[in-house]
């Protein structure tokens, strides 16, 4: 492990404390990993959701990663917990904005957090792609991409939440290499979002490869990823299931760190923790009742890879 800084991992992150938290019903279709909850158990689920947040933003600062937490009071934007979806930012000064498939998602978007970041971080444009929702195209952020920063390649499952238009649209003003591919799960349904499947770190990757449907599109993936001599990690689907590609690698105080769910680090073997451990510390947080809605940590946090601005001095 070492202490300097990568351009994959960032180091501060922005995070939404749901007030309301619940299960959404407008994606249930197409997220295998969602879990329907009973309206008999919505306020418990509530009280636990904000508490899981809650921790886990006290381990991330205690790790040295910094937070911004904003608070969702309202009930209209049952994902709010998953800000990742609806904006990215980039080296450069870059924002982007992203088209997104549900209404009760496209609610998600709230300019006071574009705010902070003009405020806070250097900030040259902001490219708005949501008036591409009028044309049913959708692109859901970092849900539906997984962004290798260093090689500059766009990992994306294609699915109704990752139109290839606006893709090419978003590759094309961000300087980004496209490798699109099918994926599927155990049960033949389409991944809803890439980075269910697959997480990129500095020196690792890990994926479920074998849910990639085209053999030579898999090795393809395989080996665009090990072009810098990075560690790769198969994961089953089991694994999968249990939200082991749903993390991502962060700066904090005394190097670079895996945020990752218990419950994913659980799911891994001895031989995988080894690899990860040789890379990054790992800080495994409990979200149990986050990840009922289909997400888990990864989807959580919106990575900042904007320049700060330098502290004024009073």
Known sequence: MTRRFSAQAPAAVVMVRPHAFRSNPDTLSDNAFQQHASAAVASDISVKAFAEVGAMVSQLQDAGVTV????????????????????????????????????????????????????????????????????????????????????????????????????????????????????????????????????????????????????????????????????????????????????LELQGTNGRLLAISSRALRALGADQVRVLESHVQLLPLDVPTIELAGGSVRCMLAGIHLKPRPTQRA
Request: glycine residues 8%.
């Open 68 to 247: 911004h937490v904003f608070e969702d009071t309202g009930t209209h934007a049952p994902d709010s917990v998953f800000p990742n979806n609806w904006f990215s930012t980039h080296a450069g000064g870059h924002i982007a904005i992203y088209p997104m498939a549900m209404p009760s998602q496209q609610r998600e978007r709230r300019w006071d957090v574009i705010d902070l970041l003009k405020q806070h971080y250097r900030v040259q444009d902001v490219i708005d792609y949501s008036g591409l929702e009028q044309d049913r195209v959708y692109l859901e952020g970092t849900g539906a991409m997984v962004l290798d920063h260093i090689d500059r390649v766009a990992y994306v499952a294609r699915s109704n939440r990752a139109d290839p238009l606006a893709l090419e649209r978003f590759c094309t003003h961000f300087n980004f290499e496209p490798m699109l591919f099918d994926a599927v799960d155990a049960n033949g349904q389409a991944v809803y979002h890439t980075n269910v499947l697959m997480c990129i770190g500095t020196g690792f990757a890990m994926a479920g490869f074998a849910m990639i449907s085209d053999a030579q599109r898999r090795q393809d993936v395989r080996e665009r990823l090990m072009e810098d001599g990075r560690s790769l990690i198969e994961l089953t689907h089991a694994q999968v299931g249990e939200f082991a590609g749903n993390a």
